[in-house]
């Protein structure tokens, strides 16, 4: 036989499309030869792959070998390709059963001794190949990762030897198990460790219960932090498709995913000196970016008001559309990005404007500068905007009382979160404008008051239908059927950086 076919996977985004491994050997000078765009370290395979070969016992055909990685137009990246063309190259040369290979896809890299080594992307790849019913061969370090898409036939292998003595039927590759009992319980930092600050932790709360973004005003060391870190224990936990979807994006952003964190809400919290390509994704061979990462979760960005104009503004598409669109020379992708948005600043550069103790010598001009770093259309797109002062010497006594606990305040957020999704299937911030007229009606003094507000805070539309959704939110948190004038009242004022004496810079 002078020709083979072996079947594989490519890295595209978060898709894993098919290609095709073709080998044939032809009469001539003894050669290697891979075609079908192949970058750097795939066309380094040859050198690979010959010593495997060698290392395994098994005699590479010397002969004039042709590699077509099928597709053409696709490009392949990394070393993921190793086993399928040596697989392919010993199929032609008749040391593998040909028949074998109709329904089975290969991945995995080759060290020189013939062992497999993990590649990055498995469980998108075997996602792909369960729904296209066929079986799938991966190193035994992507067990784990693999066997998340439980539905599939997958099967693990440690050395090159052992992917032949399956194929050619004379031994069974163990299956990859899923193993539950290595997933360990998540463990969350307590609100109660939060001392005093009862309307940050009131707005921590109505964020969680709707999914609405936060940002924190106050002066260092009053909390913030302390506070945004609290809010991945107050969510609920990931059901599995979107515990699936965070570990497909953990898998291709070449960071790996760890199995043990299965279910549990990620929380990604970038430098303030992060690009605007760090933040939305991108890259010879695109990969997803902090929103991405965070998506299902939360995304932190401390000292907001320190990052780049251009960083932040690559926020406002996601933060709206819940996607990252990445476009490139080679082609486009696409990044899920729904995540909740949590941020802190200080109030001016020195980061005492306000306070009374009258540290802050920053003028007016210098302050309202430094406010304008966050553009009118950015600040539109976070629903909660809410001061924190700093603490007073008696509520940081140690023997000071204690708020809530996070089991106790996730409760509310649960039944809320319940009553959301029993209404319309999903969280409040999530509406699209026809729903939230329909699910957050107000009653005409309601309405008037609303009214007044728009005016006298210069709020936009968007602003507007935000102020609904929280809204809508707080009386979930109540249990009541509709928007109260106390809950109306509330969420409009957490619209801190929309009053005159806080609004930027235009």
């Excluded at 913030?224 to 898998?251: F, I, M, N, Q, Y």
């Excluded at 409040?428 to 026809?434: G, H, I, T």
Aim: hydrophobic residues 45%; glycine residues 8%; charged residues 20%.
């Amino acid at each position: 036989m002078t020709l083979a076919l072996a079947h594989s996977r490519a890295r595209t985004g978060v898709l894993a499309p098919a290609v095709r491994v073709e080998v044939y050997l032809a009469p001539g000078l003894p050669a290697l030869n891979i075609v079908g765009l192949p970058e750097a370290a795939v066309r380094e395979s040859r050198d690979r792959v010959r010593a495997a070969i060698h290392c395994a016992q098994f005699e590479f055909p010397n002969r004039r070998i042709t590699v077509n990685l099928a597709p053409a137009d696709l490009p392949k990246h990394g070393g993921r390709f190793d086993l399928p063309i040596a697989i392919g190259i010993l199929a032609a040369n008749g040391v593998v059963d040909v028949q074998s290979l109709a329904r089975v896809e290969l991945l995995g890299e080759l060290s020189l001794t013939g062992e497999l080594r993990p590649i990055d992307a498995v469980l998108p790849a075997a996602l792909a190949a369960t729904h296209a019913g066929h079986a799938l061969i991966v190193p035994a370090g992507n067990g784990d990762e693999a066997a998340l898409a439980c539905a599939g036939e997958i099967f693990v292998a440690r050395t090159l030897l052992e992917v032949v003595a399956h194929l050619n039927g004379e031994k069974t590759l163990p299956r990859a198990v899923r193993n539950f009992d290595s997933i360990l319980p998540a463990l969350y930092a307590d609100l109660a460790d939060v001392r005093g600050q009862l309307q940050a932790r009131r707005a921590l709360e109505v964020a969680a219960a709707g999914a609405h973004h936060l940002i924190f005003i106050g002066p260092p060391g009053c909390g913030k932090t302390l506070l945004a870190s609290r809010l991945p224990g107050l969510l609920p936990e990931a059901d599995e498709a979107e515990a699936l979807e965070c570990a497909v994006l953990a898998s291709v952003s070449g960071q790996g995913f760890d199995v043990s964190r299965w279910r549990v809400r990620p929380f990604r919290s970038p430098h303030h000196t992060a690009s605007a390509i760090a933040l939305v994704g991108g890259g010879t061979g695109p990969r997803p970016g902090e929103v991405s990462l965070a998506h299902h979760g939360v995304l932190f960005l401390d000292e907001l008001a320190e990052w780049g104009r251009h960083a932040l503004e690559v926020l406002r598409q996601p933060l709206e559309s819940g996607i990252v669109t990445i476009s490139r020379a080679a082609g486009t992708c696409e990044f899920p990005a729904r995540f909740q948005l949590v941020a802190a600043m200080n109030p001016c550069p020195c980061g005492w404007a306000g306070d009374p103790s009258g540290r802050c010598r920053c003028t007016m001009e210098v302050v309202l500068r430094y406010r304008a770093r966050l553009s009118g259309p950015l600040l539109d797109r976070i629903d909660l905007q809410v001061n924190v002062p700093r603490l007073a010497p008696h509520e940081m006594r140690g023997d000071a009382p204690r708020g809530e606990s996070t089991l106790a305040v996730r409760a509310r957020v649960l039944a809320a979160r319940e009553r959301q999704h029993a209404r319309c299937g999903k969280s409040n911030s999530f509406m699209r404008q026809d729903e939230t007229e329909q699910f957050c009606r107000l009653r005409d003094r309601d309405q008037a008051m609303l009214e007044r507000a728009m005016a006298a805070l210069q709020l936009s539309a968007r602003a507007t239908q935000r102020i609904l959704r929280v809204a809508r939110t707080i009386a979930d948190l109540e249990g009541s059927d509709g928007i109260g004038t106390t809950h109306l009242t509330e969420a409009i004022g957490y619209r801190q950086l929309d009053r005159d004496e806080l609004r930027p810079a235009a």
